[in-house]
């Protein structure tokens, strides 16, 4: 399965476009940020 294009990019998560059409890959990331 090969990461294509961003589809959404937030504060905690980015969601990516694979090769499958029927598939995501979601990229959790562990930032800290100011409250």
């Known amino acids: ?3 294509r294009e961003e589809l959404y990019r937030g ?3 980015s969601v ?3 090769d499958d059409a029927d598939r ?3 990229l959790f990331r ?3 940020s100011a409250f």
Do not use: F
């Open 11 to 13: 504060k905690a998560k």
């Open 30 to 32: 562990n930032d800290t």
């Open 24 to 26: 995501l890959i979601l």
């Open 16 to 18: 990516y476009k694979t």
């Open 1 to 3: 399965m090969e990461k």
